[in-house]
């Protein structure tokens, strides 16, 4: 062998012990590197890289991860931001038929009046007209939608249109008429129709449109699959990629199960709540709390102890702001309440509960605290949602000794800033979506969007905020930075549903559900939160929207 030969043996094997070199990192399904990675850890890391195997994350720092990982997708982030996606931990998603009109976008009754208009020439004389999602707050004319503007757009059409929030809606003339509505017709348990100046009705009925609504035809779930399977995908395109379904029902579940068992793994991770039928009922069922897998999941109790401030009905301590005796309702009696609470809670179920009005907190508190008395359970983690009238201090208190905890929509600050301003005052004003104070009592806040809006940077800017619509500022020392308001939005809602161990932050072990986000919402001006955008969400380690 000549001594040329021989160099050249030895270079060749000099390459191939650096392939073997090279081969010795572990292979992963994807890497994202080059970005700010907010991971939401107990320390609040700010890391650079992550490695992806299947469906979880197995390895989070800087870039000299890439010594040790690698992988034939691997993902340049150009320094953007990577965070946990985002978990609305009380939200309402459905389907909708082909009668329903989507008002969330609209911005006055003119424009309202021409598509009623253009859906009654879709549909023909004498078919029901549907929507949600209207505002006076938003409306050119600074008013709501009436019953004489609805006759004026479909006559020969009974139409109902909900608020946004879902706790008023208006009816035109023949809705009333078919629903037997009259001058005449007493005020409904817990809600109230409306009569304008001249002593006619309006047609707006608050808290219980049920007496319209109740004969309007109930579409099939074949008539609206396709429209929520939309409306679930469209959660992606905002980063959301865990929430709880706040009004489910054990009849509704398996509708649910036939959705994600068709599309598993391509939607966002679903929990949900179900309302009380009764202990035959439950047991029938067959489920309870935190039943399912990681991508549905039977979620809390939903009880509805109150109304709201669309109505407004919300029940308080004090008279309305501007009224004499007015404090809102409550939507069940106290009997009814004790009664679900215990066998509910006896059942081993968690609940989240809806309490808006102060008056309404402090009962559900006590009646929480009572059947945790009677029956302790170390991990209950029962929960209110809303808690928009702060209650006392004695109350909150109550519910950190016992560990009942809050998911809290700082959005409604923002978007109900006209209704609070009309309906409440002092420090019942100043406070209202309270974040900071319960927080400082000890409490557990998660923070969702109960749809007004859905979008979590609406939330996230009026957590750091806490501006109105207007610009008002409302109690500004009930503010989050902006590194506790997507703790808020993303660990703090995983664990109301049980699943902190494996969602809600960027760690090894946790699943891959992250999103990029196109500015850096930890350096942005606030008041620039809103114009943040979503560029990716990664389900699972896939990517499964890209803007």
Same mark, same amino acid.
């Given at each position: 062998?000549?001594?040329?030969?021989?160099?050249?043996?030895?270079?060749?094997?000099?390459?191939?012990?650096?392939?073997?070199?090279?081969?010795?990192?572990?292979?992963?399904?994807?890497?994202?590197?080059?970005?700010?990675?907010?991971?939401?850890?107990?320390?609040?890391?700010?890391?650079?890289?992550?490695?992806?195997?299947?469906?979880?994350?197995?390895?989070?720092?800087?870039?000299?991860?890439?010594?040790?990982?690698?992988?034939?997708?691997?993902?340049?982030?150009?320094?953007?931001?990577?965070?946990?996606?985002?978990?609305?931990?009380?939200?309402?998603?459905?389907?909708?038929?082909?009668?329903?009109?989507?008002?969330?976008?609209?911005?006055?009754?003119?424009?309202?009046?021409?598509?009623?208009?253009?859906?009654?020439?879709?549909?023909?004389?004498?078919?029901?007209?549907?929507?949600?999602?209207?505002?006076?707050?938003?409306?050119?004319?600074?008013?709501?939608?009436?019953?004489?503007?609805?006759?004026?757009?479909?006559?020969?059409?009974?139409?109902?249109?909900?608020?946004?929030?879902?706790?008023?809606?208006?009816?035109?003339?023949?809705?009333?008429?078919?629903?037997?509505?009259?001058?005449?017709?007493?005020?409904?348990?817990?809600?109230?129709?409306?009569?304008?100046?001249?002593?006619?009705?309006?047609?707006?009925?608050?808290?219980?449109?049920?007496?319209?609504?109740?004969?309007?035809?109930?579409?099939?779930?074949?008539?609206?699959?396709?429209?929520?399977?939309?409306?679930?995908?469209?959660?992606?395109?905002?980063?959301?990629?865990?929430?709880?379904?706040?009004?489910?029902?054990?009849?509704?579940?398996?509708?649910?199960?036939?959705?994600?068992?068709? *599309? @598993?793994?391509? =939607?966002?991770?679903? $929990?949900?709540?179900?309302?009380? #039928?009764?202990? !035959?009922? &439950?047991? +029938?069922? /067959?489920?309870?709390?935190?039943?399912?897998?990681?991508?549905?999941?039977?979620?809390?109790?939903?009880?509805?102890?109150?109304?709201?401030?669309?109505?407004?009905?919300?029940?308080?301590?004090?008279?309305?702001?501007?009224?004499?005796?007015?404090?809102?309702?409550?939507?069940?009696?106290?009997?009814?309440?004790?009664?679900?609470?215990?066998?509910?809670?006896?059942?081993?179920?968690?609940?989240?509960?809806?309490?808006?009005?102060?008056?309404?907190?402090?009962?559900?508190?006590?009646?929480?605290?009572?059947?945790?008395?009677?029956?302790?359970?170390?991990? *209950? @983690?029962?929960? =209110?949602?809303?808690? $928009?009238?702060?209650?006392?201090? #004695?109350?909150? !208190?109550? &519910?950190? +000794?016992? /560990?009942?905890?809050?998911?809290?929509?700082?959005?409604?600050?923002?978007?109900?800033?006209?209704?609070?301003?009309?309906?409440?005052?002092?420090?019942?004003?100043?406070?209202?979506?309270?974040?900071?104070?319960?927080?400082?009592?000890?409490?557990?806040?998660?923070?969702?969007?109960?749809?007004?809006?859905?979008?979590?940077?609406?939330?996230?800017?009026?957590?750091?905020?806490?501006?109105?619509?207007?610009?008002?500022?409302?109690?500004?020392?009930?503010?989050?930075?902006?590194?506790?308001?997507?703790?808020?939005?993303?660990?703090?809602?995983?664990?109301?549903?049980?699943?902190?161990?494996?969602?809600?932050?960027?760690?090894?072990?946790?699943?891959?559900?992250?999103?990029?986000?196109?500015?850096?919402?930890?350096?942005?001006?606030?008041?620039?939160?809103?114009?943040?955008?979503?560029?990716?969400?990664?389900?699972?380690?896939?990517?499964?929207?890209?803007?």
């Amino acid at each position: 062998m000549t001594r040329t030969t021989t160099t050249l043996i030895f270079c060749l094997a000099l390459f191939a012990c650096g392939d073997a070199e090279i081969d010795e990192r572990t292979q992963v399904d994807a890497i994202l590197h080059n970005g700010k990675v907010i991971t939401i850890d107990a320390d609040l890391s700010i890391a650079s890289a992550v490695a992806i195997n299947g469906t979880d994350i197995v390895a989070v720092g800087g870039e000299e991860l890439l010594e040790s990982y690698k992988s034939s997708n691997t993902v340049d982030l150009g320094g953007k931001v990577l965070m946990p996606g985002f978990i609305d931990s009380h939200t309402h998603l459905r389907g909708r038929p082909q009668r329903f009109i989507d008002l969330t976008r609209t911005r006055s009754i003119e424009e309202i009046k021409a598509q009623v208009t253009s859906k009654a020439i879709e549909l023909g004389p004498g078919e029901w007209i549907t929507g949600y999602g209207w505002s006076e707050d938003v409306m050119a004319e600074l008013r709501r939608p009436l019953r004489n503007d609805l006759d004026e757009a479909a006559p020969d059409n009974p139409v109902l249109l909900t608020r946004a929030g879902g706790h008023s809606a208006v009816a035109n003339s023949m809705a009333l008429r078919l629903a037997e509505v009259t001058l005449t017709t007493p005020q409904p348990e817990n809600g109230v129709i409306e009569r304008g100046e001249d002593g006619e009705l309006n047609g707006v009925i608050r808290e219980r449109q049920d007496i319209v609504s109740r004969l309007i035809p109930e579409p099939t779930n074949e008539d609206v699959r396709d429209s929520l399977i939309g409306v679930l995908q469209e959660q992606l395109s905002l980063g959301i990629t865990s929430f709880t379904h706040a009004t489910g029902s054990i009849e509704s579940y398996p509708e649910w199960e036939t959705i994600y068992g068709l *599309h @598993r793994g391509t =939607l966002p991770r679903a $929990t949900i709540q179900v309302f009380w #039928e009764g202990p !035959d009922a &439950m047991t +029938a069922f /067959g489920k309870k709390t935190g039943d399912g897998d990681e991508h549905l999941r039977v979620g809390p109790i939903k009880i509805f102890v109150d109304g709201g401030f669309t109505g407004p009905a919300a029940f308080t301590k004090e008279p309305y702001k501007g009224e004499t005796d007015y404090r809102g309702t409550l939507s069940l009696t106290l009997e009814e309440l004790t009664t679900t609470i215990s066998e509910a809670h006896a059942a081993g179920w968690q609940f989240g509960i809806h309490a808006i009005g102060d008056a309404a907190i402090e009962l559900t508190i006590d009646e929480l605290a009572a059947a945790l008395d009677e029956l302790p359970r170390e991990d *209950h @983690r029962h929960y =209110l949602n809303h808690f $928009t009238v702060m209650p006392s201090a #004695e109350s909150m !208190d109550k &519910m950190a +000794a016992y /560990g009942i905890a809050i998911t809290q929509q700082p959005n409604f600050t923002y978007t109900l800033d006209g209704r609070y301003s009309a309906y409440l005052d002092g420090d019942r004003l100043k406070h209202n979506n309270p974040l900071r104070t319960p927080m400082n009592h000890g409490i557990h806040v998660a923070i969702s969007s109960d749809i007004l809006p859905i979008g979590p940077m609406v939330g996230i800017y009026a957590a750091v905020t806490r501006k109105g619509m207007s610009g008002t500022v409302f109690g500004e020392e009930e503010s989050l930075t902006v590194m506790e308001a997507l703790r808020g939005y993303t660990l703090y809602g995983a664990w109301l549903s049980f699943e902190e161990d494996r969602k809600g932050s960027i760690e090894p072990g946790k699943l891959a559900d992250m999103i990029v986000l196109d500015q850096d919402i930890l350096t942005i001006d606030p008041d620039h939160i809103m114009d943040i955008n979503v560029e990716q969400t990664w389900l699972g380690g896939k990517l499964v929207y890209e803007r």
